[in-house]
């Protein structure tokens, strides 16, 4: 795969027009970097002008801030602020709503102003200017498949359109859950909740989830957020269906759906 | 006889408007007990939330038939109440229907109009009973609702239909006292109303003394009845039907998934990196994060006297109803009983005497804290604009920074971001990996 850092452009006086933020979870888990490599297929066939961090990228703090830890979130956003104004960055597309919200929303106030934008939003665009092509009868036409609202995009941004769309240009039959758009309820990652044990209860967020989509009778579960993906594909696994239902994020099914 | 019933009302009506002020003005200390935050930026947008969101309760048309419902009891309440101005007259002078002869047709319409509300709030009162004690609604049935808010949600609904009956009692036993051309009323002729006419046939068989007993009975437990509400509402959960207006107007208007920044650990970090950039003159805050209710804003505590405990928000919780402790509507309740207790402490000692309790750990456990997804549903949820996740995030922000108290795993990620810089045990030079695997 080719692709530049900012870095190497830096230093060869150029200046990518977005700058693709893979985040952590697109980084290091293996099943998210599947969706930031299929991504990455759609902006090269694009030929979308962009670069990555690499190895100067960090976590935006949004763990630790939502867990309560102020300080380490302040201090991951001041370095990570300071490598991005120090590139001069004007717009960050992000495959994490978490990253995704927290550039637009928190960092303006420390000195981080950037246009921020969703790699679902982007596609959307993408796909409605006719840049990307999609296959005729692609492998997704007439299939069942519904889509799971991030909390970081639905309910905390307003973004609820643009992945349907973007769902509905792959001829697919786009199905809700009873819980959707602003109603939708939480993978139960959120909020730091990813990095530790749930709480004693009746029944993990998770698998209330998933048992909700597998009543969908949807053959694919969409996301658009890496730890949504995870929580729901172990749901899913946990009621038996992983033979029968494929969670899926919004990029992927593109990426699998590009004309020749 | 007049002269002293005058009297009597005017002193009713003192002592109560009295009591209430100094109750309003102990919520108003109350709210001012919490942190400054200025809500003064974009007042269109402000004055546009407050009609929509409060007058127009556009959330609660999330769902139709219920919000069509709790329409009728507030605008029924609220324009049934405009006859308490002619009511209020009628004791203070000792007269009797005042606006009637100067108002002609018009009073009656307005009488007709105001007694066709009381059917339909009698009506949907009935209905929320219903809905509350006999259908099983899983919000009514929460364990957050044991006790007193149980109670005090079915004493407004009946306290509501007692005050419509007695106004149709009183417009009926006034209308047929002046068809018999009875002294005193014969003098007023409004002539029949639409709905109390048809409650003639109960008391046409009552002599003329009984009817002037119970419409004069009616008439003064009605008003008495109503200054006694005036001065429940601030011990109950029916504030809301005053602080929703501000709620409102305050209402936050960034997108919902701003957290609140912290300045005070901004400059912490500032001077460490940049001291340069770091203003000199800012004072240092004593502590960081909420542990008790000062250390909230004053526009949580707002929001805890607003809360209505209808429990929409729990209802949506991802926590809630999947049986975890947290209940976003119990903090809210949690935060106003904590608050009224340190506001009694204030008044009784001066200053506030530490009584060993906090809003954290006394009332809001670890347990329910950490159960939250900070997934946003309670916020959207709330019909008066209230967000019990920032109440939730600041208790957060005090258990990690002040206590040191986070769960292992916890403990675990904060220190692979400060090594690895990510939430894993990954090393940093492999985050570029992925583009050769």
Not at chain 1, 90 to 105: E, G, L, M, R, S
């Amino acid at each position: 795969m080719q692709i530049a850092t900012m870095a190497e452009l830096a230093a060869s006086g150029k200046q990518p027009e977005v700058l693709f933020w893979v985040g952590c979870a697109g980084s290091f888990d293996q099943r998210a970097q599947r969706i930031t490599k299929a991504f990455v297929t759609i902006l090269n066939k694009v030929g979308i002008d962009f670069a990555i961090l690499g190895k100067e990228e960090m976590c935006t703090g949004d763990p630790a801030r939502r867990a309560g830890n102020e300080f380490m979130f302040q201090m991951m956003a001041y370095q990570n602020i300071q490598v991005l104004n120090g590139y001069g960055i004007k717009k960050i597309v992000t495959t994490c709503p978490h990253c995704f919200n927290i550039f637009k929303n928190e960092y303006p106030v420390l000195g981080g102003s950037y246009e921020v934008i969703h790699h679902t939003t982007l596609l959307q665009q993408l796909i409605n200017e006719g840049k990307i092509k999609l296959k005729e009868g692609g492998s997704f036409k007439g299939k069942k498949i519904t889509y799971h609202d991030s909390c970081y995009l639905g309910r905390a941004n307003h973004i609820y359109e643009a992945p349907r769309q973007v769902l509905e240009a792959l001829d697919a039959e786009l199905i809700e859950m009873k819980r959707c758009r602003s109603k939708g309820l939480c993978c139960g990652a959120g909020g730091a909740q990813m990095f530790k044990e749930e709480e004693a209860g009746n029944i993990r967020i998770n698998i209330e989830r998933s048992k909700e989509a597998v009543a969908s009778d949807a053959q694919v579960i969409a996301s658009a957020c890496p730890f949504c993906n995870t929580m729901l594909t172990d749901g899913v696994k946990k009621e038996e269906k992983e033979d029968s239902i494929q969670v899926m994020d919004v990029a992927e099914l593109v990426a699998a759906s590009l004309a020749d | 006889m007049t002269y002293l019933l005058q009297f009597l009302f005017i002193a009713i009506f003192a002592v109560a408007v009295g009591l209430f002020s100094k109750k309003a003005k102990h919520i108003w200390q109350n709210i001012r007990l919490g942190k400054d935050e200025d809500f003064s930026d974009q007042p269109a947008k402000r004055w546009k939330n407050t009609l929509l969101l409060a007058f127009g309760q556009k959330k609660m048309f999330k769902n139709p038939l219920v919000a069509l419902m709790h329409f009728v009891v507030y605008a029924g309440f609220l324009i049934i109440n405009i006859e308490m101005l002619e009511i209020v007259l009628d004791g203070v002078l000792g007269t009797h229907r005042l606006f009637a002869p100067y108002m002609g047709g018009f009073y009656s319409f307005l009488i007709n109009a105001f007694e066709c509300l009381a059917v339909a709030v009698i009506a949907v009162c009935a209905i929320f009973l219903i809905r509350r004690n006999i259908l099983k609604i899983k919000r009514f049935l929460s364990k957050d609702l044991q006790g007193w808010p149980r109670s005090d949600a079915n004493f407004i609904l009946i306290g509501e239909i007692i005050l419509m009956c007695l106004f149709l009692t009183m417009n009926a036993t006034d209308t047929l006292l002046q068809s018999r051309g009875a002294a005193g009323y014969s003098e007023h002729l409004t002539g029949n109303f639409i709905v109390s006419q048809h409650l003639h046939g109960i008391f046409s068989g009552l002599s003329d003394g009984t009817l002037m007993t119970i419409e004069r009975m009616a008439w003064w437990i009605h008003i008495v009845g109503i200054l006694a509400y005036l001065n429940y509402l601030p011990y109950s959960k029916h504030l809301h039907i005053m602080l929703a207006f501000p709620n409102a107007y305050f209402a936050r208007l960034e997108p919902q998934g701003t957290m609140k920044n912290m300045t005070s650990i901004q400059n912490e970090v500032l001077y460490a990196m940049q001291p340069e950039l770091a203003p000199t003159d800012a004072v240092a805050p004593d502590k960081f994060g909420a542990r008790d209710v000062m250390d909230l804003s004053w526009r949580n505590l707002l929001d805890a006297y607003s809360c209505t405990e209808c429990g929409r928000c729990s209802a949506a919780c991802p926590a809630t109803t999947t049986g975890k402790l947290l209940s976003p509507r119990k903090i809210m309740m949690d935060t106003r009983d904590r608050l009224e207790e340190v506001g009694k402490n204030i008044r009784t000692n001066g200053s506030f005497q530490d009584d060993g309790k906090s809003l954290l750990h006394s009332y809001i456990t670890v347990e329910e804290l950490r159960a939250c997804t900070t997934c946003n549903a309670c916020v959207e949820e709330c019909p008066v604009s209230i967000s019990p996740l920032e109440i939730i995030l600041e208790l957060r922000r005090s258990l990690v920074m002040e206590e040191s108290n986070a769960p292992q795993e916890w403990n675990n990620m904060f220190s692979s971001i400060e090594n690895n810089f990510a939430p894993w045990k990954f090393s940093p030079d492999d985050r570029d990996a992925w583009i050769n695997s």
